[in-house]
DNA sequence: GTTTTTACTAAACACTGTTCAGTAACTTTG
DNA sequence: CAAAGTTACTGAACAGTGTTTAGTAAAAAC
């Protein structure tokens, strides 16, 4: 049941986005009272650690692909491109996972917080690795890891959250590619 | 009338946030009936956009102090700092400015619109003027005005989201300090 | 067959943004 | 001055949220 409450309010979630989401809908697509999702989610703040999960798991499943690549130079910019297209992909995806105000409080203790700190140690670690490598001057692992996180995470949600109406629609997706490589360069000679 | 709404608005945004702000508790405090609010404001986006005009102003104001550096690579790093300043120490307004979801959609047509991209301007022209002072290698002024912005916004959004949780909290500000001087010096060799 | 447990819901509550019919006071007009 | 019109305002409602509670019908246990 609980599956298939969850099942529900991630397809309206992918419809209808955040807004559209509410305990009524969800009840409606499952076909019982909305009294009833109350038995398996205690609130909705539940429902949307389940979704962040998912999203965080999806964000997982994108950056795959990076894990593979032996080079920890080239895994680490992979790494950082697939972040940022996941982001433009599937904006509200991220939206859930870095942008939503909401529900933050608990969420140490849930499994979402688990597999995006899994993630971000991947990150973090492919960082080291590259210090390790000497291929940078620096060796603050930490501070290039944030630096750069900071850098993908700024381009993203300055397009999720639509602050770039100052770029033409065509050339937003140019500009992220340019910056990326900027960013590229500018990490080279850190 | 409109100057006394939107003070009551102002107050109850400063002192509860974005959440406790809504029409019937700024009708309370202003003494009249919440229907009064909708003859000076056509609905709460309105309102709104009113409270982003004031976020834009205090925006301005604090990134004043920058505006009279002559030299333009300590203009555009004082620029910087103030406005990851201005994030850290409001992280309300910030919100408000650049994370907000709501309402963006005829934002272009507003003084918070104008007021902004003027702020916006000054900070590319800025870069400009560094790269017509071959500060840089690179001559892609829009590129490096966009990848310092980024970054810039990417560390007060995770700060202001909180998800910055895998840090202690009393290293956060020091870890955004050392950030910046990173992304500073990446920028000389750019 | 009676009791207990389970699975569920109708109806309500409290809280949002918003609208509308109506009212009381003031202004204009004949 | 009285009638008509305008202005400023509101009580009460509507529709939409999240959430709770009392109650019911069916299944399971005894």
């Not at 979402?112 to 490598?133: I, K, N, R, Y």
């Not at 890891?145 to 900071?150: D, R």
Request: glycine share 4%; with cysteine.
């Amino acid at each position: 049941m609980r599956r298939l409450i969850l099942s529900a309010a991630h397809d309206i979630f992918k419809e209808k986005g955040y807004d559209g989401l509410n305990i009524r809908s969800i009840a409606e697509r499952i076909e019982y009272s909305p009294a009833t999702i109350y038995l398996y989610y205690k609130d909705k703040n539940e429902i949307f650690y389940a979704l962040q999960y998912e999203a965080a798991a999806a964000k997982r499943d994108h950056l795959l692909p990076a894990l593979s690549i032996e080079d920890p130079w080239k895994r680490l910019i992979e790494f950082g491109r697939l972040y940022v297209d996941f982001g433009l992909k599937h904006p509200d995806w991220y939206d859930l996972l870095f942008l939503t105000r909401a529900p933050m409080e608990h969420i140490e203790n849930q499994q979402c917080w688990t597999l995006g700190m899994a993630t971000h140690s991947f990150f973090v670690e492919t960082v080291q690795a590259c210090v390790d490598a000497r291929f940078f001057k620096s060796t603050d692992t930490e501070t290039i890891a944030y630096t750069l996180w900071c850098h993908a995470h700024g381009m993203v949600s300055l397009f999720v959250r639509e602050r770039m109406r100052m770029y033409p629609p065509e050339v937003r997706a140019e500009l992220a590619k340019k910056s990326f490589a900027m960013i590229v360069k500018m990490a080279e000679s850190l």
